[in-house]
C-alpha cells in the first residue's frame, strides 16, 4: 500500500498539482449545464467491466435527446440493435458500475458521468421512451453518483471535428469492418 501512495506522489509530482477549478470542477448529479450537454449530445460512450476485470468501451448514438434525463440524478437510454454480443449488459449484469462519455459534433468539450446502471426489459418503459417492442428490448437507467467536464486537448490533438482532416478510408487503406472481421477471425482459427 504504501509503494501505491509512493507512486501517486510520485506521479503527481511528475505531472504538477491540477488547478483547484479542475479538482473542484464535478458535481453529485446533473445540474443545468449538464442537462443541456446531455440533451444536445448525439454521442456517448459507455465504458463497463467484464467478468476479467477489463474495461470495454462501446459508442452509443442517436439524435440529440435519445439520452432520457427523468430527474437529476438519473439518465436512461434504450439499447439498440447491434452485433448480438451483447458486451456491455453482460457486464452491467456482473459489474453495475459504468463510465460515460458524452460528445456533441463539432463541441470540444465533453462531459463526463459515473453511475451505477440497471437493466429492465418492461416493455411499458421501454414504449414510454419512444421504443418499439420488435427492435428495443432493454432500457438502460443509469442512477448517477458524479458528472464532472473534461479538457478539449484529446480532440483538439486528434483535429476530430476538423473535416479538413478526414481521411478517405479506401483510398488511405483503412480497413472496413468486414475486412477486420474476417482477418481477426481467420487469425484464431
Keep these: 500500500?504504501?509503494?501505491?501512495h509512493n507512486a501517486d506522489r510520485h506521479l503527481q509530482e511528475l505531472y504538477g498539482q491540477p488547478r483547484d477549478i479542475v479538482v473542484e470542477a464535478w458535481a453529485p448529479q446533473l445540474e443545468e449545464t449538464s442537462i443541456s450537454y446531455i440533451k444536445n449530445a448525439s454521442?456517448?460512450?459507455l465504458s463497463t467491466v467484464n467478468k476479467l476485470g477489463f474495461v470495454d468501451i462501446s459508442p452509443r448514438g442517436g439524435p440529440p435527446g435519445f439520452i432520457a434525463i427523468p430527474d437529476d440524478k438519473h439518465i436512461a437510454f434504450l439499447d439498440q440493435p447491434g452485433n448480438k454480443k451483447l458486451h456491455s449488459?453482460?457486464?452491467?449484469?456482473n459489474n453495475p458500475k459504468v463510465g460515460l462519455m458524452?460528445?456533441?459534433?463539432?463541441?470540444?468539450?465533453?462531459?463526463?458521468?459515473?453511475g451505477i446502471a440497471e437493466l429492465s426489459h418492461d416493455q411499458g418503459q421501454i414504449e414510454k421512451l419512444g421504443g418499439e417492442p420488435d427492435k428495443n428490448k432493454t432500457l438502460v437507467t443509469i442512477?448517477?453518483?458524479?458528472?464532472?467536464?473534461?479538457?478539449p486537448k484529446a480532440l483538439n490533438f486528434a483535429q476530430l471535428w476538423d473535416s479538413s482532416?478526414?481521411?478517405?478510408?479506401?483510398?488511405?487503406?483503412?480497413?472496413?469492418l468486414l475486412d477486420m472481421a474476417k482477418a481477426m477471425a481467420a487469425s484464431h482459427l
Design 102 to 114: 458524452f460528445m456533441i459534433p463539432g463541441v470540444k468539450e465533453i462531459l463526463r458521468v459515473h
Design 89 to 93: 449488459l453482460h457486464n452491467v449484469l
Design 43 to 45: 454521442l456517448m460512450l
Design 143 to 151: 442512477q448517477i453518483e458524479k458528472v464532472f467536464p473534461h479538457c
Design 165 to 176: 482532416t478526414w481521411v478517405d478510408a479506401k483510398e488511405a487503406g483503412v480497413p472496413g
Design 1 to 4: 500500500m504504501e509503494n501505491e
